[in-house]
């Protein structure tokens, strides 16, 4: 039995292969999932959301109550003019990304990508028939995907540009002016941006811009994975243009039909209930990551403060070897080669493991250099 030649043509992420490699006392910086537990008040919802056995399908595109609340939140935090109608509750930003690129991208067209960049990128673009257009973005340039730089690979053939800020793996925030140009770039060559947006409120003291803020060819896509730590719910969502409802829906509605029920419960408690957490969340992350840029700089290995998202992205000299060292020392991380060609020579610390779990790490990671 002969697998497809779209699935030949992509691997498995090498994020999940370093995981697999964990021995018994290693400590993982390796995943993107923060160790807080989800808030209280989302966890009690979902316990009332069962009692009200409310454990049946639900309308494709997700409940009219929760898509009210994003819209809401999409127009108050990000100026996004939207509504319910353009929204689609998804099955994490994942299925969002699958979604989204199953319905626009056709054969041979271009996508142009971050490189470095998150690993299923490449994967969706392809499973969708199109070609990966891979955009270095440069440590000189704080990691940010520049109009500059992308209009270089902009073609008669471009269908689409992929940003995501802020970013995995390299924690780069755009500034308002690289996402206004990003978006005057799709708006004069009638591109479509797929913006992934689901680190956006794990930043510090920098201000996230949505590109759907600037023009119409914007699929926004964000989820709760990250901001309520709720990994395991998988529930994300897109908004879109009119004009692309019925085309993202037809891909949704045959590969999940929706949501789960439950999920979209806590959801909708996680947009309208107390935000604090968020805010607890964010500062300790920050307490993290000031935390380990300031020990491996201490190694001597040179790196600045991401001003988002929880991994750090340093550069050393043989990162293979450093990471197969680092797994013997009982740490697990990522080569930078895993996020595109232009990650070589980068290591992927994520920084979302608890204090005292960073402090062990840094400890054999200082006892590994010396
Ligand atoms: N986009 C990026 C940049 C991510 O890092 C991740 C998770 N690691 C996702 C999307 C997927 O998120 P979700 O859990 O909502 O599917």
Do not use: W
Not at 231 to 248: C, V
Not at 251 to 262: D, E, R
């Amino acid at each position: 039995m002969k697998p497809s030649q779209r699935i030949e043509s992509i691997d498995f992420s090498g994020v999940r292969k370093m995981f697999e490699l964990v021995k018994e006392d290693s400590i993982s910086l390796a995943l993107g999932e923060p160790d807080f537990d989800t808030p209280t008040n989302i966890k009690d919802a979902v316990k009332k959301a069962l009692d009200k056995n409310l454990t049946h399908y639900t309308s494709n595109q997700g409940i009219l109550e929760l898509r009210e609340a994003i819209a809401e939140k999409l127009k108050r935090d990000n100026h996004l003019e939207t509504s319910p109608e353009n929204i689609i509750v998804t099955v994490g930003a994942s299925e969002a990304l699958l979604m989204a690129t199953q319905a626009l991208v056709e054969n041979g067209d271009e996508v142009i990508i971050p490189d470095p960049g998150f690993v299923s990128y490449g994967a969706y673009v392809n499973l969708a028939g199109g070609t990966n257009v891979p955009v270095k973005v440069k440590e000189e340039d704080e990691f940010r995907l520049t109009p500059e730089n992308v209009m270089e690979h902009v073609n008669q053939n471009t269908k689409a540009i992929l940003m995501n800020s802020p970013n995995n793996p390299t924690g780069g925030v755009l500034k308002k002016e690289d996402v206004k140009g990003l978006a005057e770039i799709a708006q004069d060559h009638d591109l479509v941006i797929f913006s992934d947006e689901i680190y956006e409120k794990i930043i510090y003291g920098a201000k996230h811009y949505s590109p759907g803020r600037y023009t119409e060819n914007v699929i926004t896509i964000n989820g709760f994975s990250k901001a309520y730590a709720m990994t395991g719910f998988r529930i994300g969502y897109t908004s879109a243009p009119s004009e692309l409802l019925e085309p993202l829906l037809k891909v949704h509605q045959y590969s999940t039909a929706c949501a789960s029920s439950l999920s979209q419960a806590a959801a909708l408690e996680a947009l309208t209930g107390p935000q604090d957490s968020v805010g607890m969340m964010v500062n300790e992350l920050k307490r993290r990551r000031d935390l380990v840029v300031e020990r491996i700089n201490l190694m001597g290995i040179k790196c600045k403060k991401p001003r988002g998202a929880y991994y750090l992205f340093p550069h050393v000299d043989d990162p293979e070897l450093f990471v197969v060292q680092a797994l013997e020392k009982g740490v697990v991380l990522v080569p930078g080669s895993s996020f595109g060609s232009h990650g070589e020579g980068h290591f992927r610390l994520s920084y979302a493991a608890s204090y005292s779990d960073l402090e062990e790490c840094m400890d054999r990671l200082e006892s590994l250099i010396k």
